[in-house]
């Protein structure tokens, strides 16, 4: 991983394990709370990831055993948001990180144990798939602090639970447990808490092992259809490219030798 994005002024933490890279956030001290200088560094990160041909799949968690994340860093309200000025600030490198998220050409899985909360939940969202351990608790409280959820990250939350299940977590601001955040489809898997990073590892594992350009096609297509896509990005090329692909081709002698297949991304 690039030593600059190891600092630990950023409050990250990037490893590699095969073609999986994680980002642990790393603030154990507010509970892995995610402050203004670490919106600011994910964009980075996640494009770093993005263009390095090692990874195939990035994790997402909260570092140790903590709490995924318990949201916004709500110290810095009194100065960074004091205002409408420097709440749309805040805003916007709000949304640029759920953004470069979102937009990352590869799958990305939020691993959350613990405090899953307003900014964090939104971040989590922005991932293409949530794993979570029973013990998990998720909410955004923004009705409750008086102040504004960016437009943007909005489509996020909507895209990922749809629009009823958005406005009763917006509206009532409540919090929920694993097994109804599994039911409003927050998350996709709910496993006990010294199972999750088996179960997360596990899944992007799996990913991994699958054809790159396939699943880098079909996340745009979804995405599209969601209409969270990339404005730059064409689903339908993407889609064609694979056919011309050495994976097409390795993908059918595989099949017809009955051998698992290896992947290139090429």
């Given at each position: 991983?690039?030593?600059?994005?190891?600092?630990?002024?950023?409050?990250?933490?990037?490893?590699?394990?095969?073609?999986?890279?994680?980002?642990?956030?790393?603030?154990?001290?507010?509970?892995?709370?995610?402050?203004?200088?670490?919106?600011?560094?994910?964009p980075s990160i996640m494009a770093a990831l993005d263009g390095d041909e090692r990874v195939r799949v990035i994790l997402?968690?909260?570092?140790?055993?903590?709490?995924?994340?318990?949201?916004?860093?709500?110290?810095?309200?009194?100065?960074?948001?004091?205002?409408?000025?420097?709440?749309?600030?805040?805003?916007?490198?709000?949304?640029?990180?759920?953004?470069?998220?979102?937009h990352c050409s590869k799958p990305v899985i939020a691993m959350i144990r613990g405090f899953c909360l307003g900014g964090?939940?939104?971040?989590?969202?922005?991932?293409?798939?949530?794993?979570?351990?029973?013990?998990?608790?998720?909410?955004?409280?923004?009705?409750?602090?008086?102040?504004?959820?960016?437009?943007?990250?909005?489509?996020?939350?909507?895209?990922?639970?749809?629009?009823?299940?958005?406005?009763?977590?917006?509206?009532?601001?409540?919090?929920i447990g694993a097994a109804e955040a599994q039911r409003l489809g927050v998350v996709q898997r709910v496993v006990p808490?010294?199972?999750?990073?088996?179960?997360?590892?596990?899944?992007?594992?799996?990913?991994?092992?699958?054809?790159?350009?396939?699943?880098?096609?079909?996340?745009?297509?979804?995405?599209?259809?969601?209409?969270?896509?990339?404005?730059?990005?064409?689903?339908?090329?993407?889609?064609?490219?694979?056919?011309?692909?050495?994976?097409?081709?390795?993908?059918?002698?595989?099949?017809?030798?009955?051998?698992?297949?290896?992947?290139?991304?090429?």
């Amino acid at each position: 991983m690039p030593a600059a994005f190891l600092s630990p002024l950023a409050k990250f933490a990037l490893s590699l394990e095969g073609a999986v890279a994680t980002i642990a956030i790393d603030n154990p001290s507010k509970r892995n709370a995610i402050d203004l200088q670490m919106w600011k560094a994910l964009p980075s990160i996640m494009a770093a990831l993005d263009g390095d041909e090692r990874v195939r799949v990035i994790l997402m968690r909260g570092a140790g055993n903590g709490a995924f994340t318990s949201g916004a860093d709500i110290s810095e309200f009194e100065t960074v948001r004091a205002d409408a000025a420097g709440g749309r600030l805040y805003e916007a490198a709000n949304e640029a990180a759920f953004w470069a998220v979102a937009h990352c050409s590869k799958p990305v899985i939020a691993m959350i144990r613990g405090f899953c909360l307003g900014g964090g939940f939104g971040l989590a969202l922005a991932c293409d798939l949530r794993v979570a351990a029973e013990n998990a608790v998720f909410g955004i409280p923004a009705a409750r602090l008086g102040v504004g959820y960016p437009p943007g990250a909005m489509r996020l939350v909507t895209a990922a639970v749809g629009g009823p299940a958005a406005r009763d977590l917006f509206y009532t601001a409540r919090r929920i447990g694993a097994a109804e955040a599994q039911r409003l489809g927050v998350v996709q898997r709910v496993v006990p808490d010294e199972e999750l990073e088996t179960a997360a590892v596990g899944l992007a594992t799996e990913i991994a092992a699958n054809a790159p350009l396939t699943i880098r096609a079909a996340k745009a297509a979804i995405d599209d259809a969601l209409g969270i896509g990339h404005p730059n990005t064409d689903p339908v090329r993407l889609a064609d490219s694979c056919f011309d692909s050495a994976d097409a081709v390795e993908g059918r002698q595989a099949f017809l030798e009955k051998r698992r297949p290896v992947f290139t991304g090429r």
